[in-house]
C-alpha cells in the first residue's frame, strides 16, 4: 500500500480492548496503547521516563474477537499498522484532528513474559469449523491434534525434524 505510513510501537495496553459491533453486526475493538521512551542519564547515574505516547488504535473483523479475547490492560505489546489522520467537530463546535492507529498485526511482548498461543478455528459464515477438520488441514498442527497424531502413527517423521 503505497503512500500509507505504517509504524510499529511497542507499549503497554491502558485499559482491556473494547469489543463493540456495527450496526452491521461487524466486530471492531479499541485501545490505547501507552509507549514511554526511557533514557538512561549518565550524570545521575539513572534512567528517566520521556514523555508517553498515547496512541489509540483499532482492529475489525475475526481479528477484533481475537484481541479482545487475548490482550488485557497492563500487558506489554508489539503492534504494526497504518497511521490513520481523522478530523471532526467536537461538542463545542471546535475543529480537531486525531491519528489513530490502524492496526495490521498485534501481539504480547516476549520480553518480560511467555505466551502460550493456539490457532483460531477457521470461521465459515460466521460459524465456528469443527475443531477435527480445521486441524487436520494444517500441516504444521500443534502437537496432540488430529494432523500430528496421524502423521506421527502413519509413518511420519514423529520426534525427527523433517529438514
Do not use: C
Not at 466486530?27 to 514511554?36: D, E, L, Q
Not at 497492563?74 to 490513520?84: C, E, F, N, P, S
Amino acid at each position: 500500500m503505497a503512500g500509507e505510513t505504517v509504524i510499529t510501537v511497542v507499549g503497554n495496553l491502558t485499559a482491556d480492548p473494547e469489543l463493540r459491533y456495527t450496526q452491521n453486526g461487524l466486530p471492531v475493538a479499541n485501545f490505547t496503547i501507552a509507549s514511554t521512551p526511557r533514557t538512561f542519564d549518565r550524570q545521575a547515574n539513572e534512567w528517566k521516563d520521556g514523555e508517553a505516547l498515547f496512541l489509540r488504535a483499532s482492529v475489525w473483523r475475526d481479528f477484533a474477537e481475537h484481541v479482545a479475547g487475548s490482550l488485557t490492560k497492563g500487558m506489554r505489546v508489539v503492534a504494526q499498522g497504518r497511521l490513520r489522520q481523522r478530523s471532526y467537530q467536537d461538542r463545542d463546535g471546535n475543529n480537531r484532528t486525531a491519528i489513530e492507529l490502524e492496526v495490521d498485526e498485534i501481539g504480547p511482548s516476549l520480553r518480560y513474559a511467555t505466551a502460550q498461543v493456539t490457532r483460531a478455528q477457521a470461521r465459515q459464515q460466521g460459524q465456528a469449523a469443527p475443531q477435527e477438520s480445521a486441524a487436520s488441514d494444517e500441516p504444521w498442527a500443534t502437537p496432540g491434534s488430529a494432523q500430528s497424531d496421524a502423521w506421527s502413527t502413519a509413518g511420519g517423521f514423529g520426534d525427527d525434524t523433517p529438514f
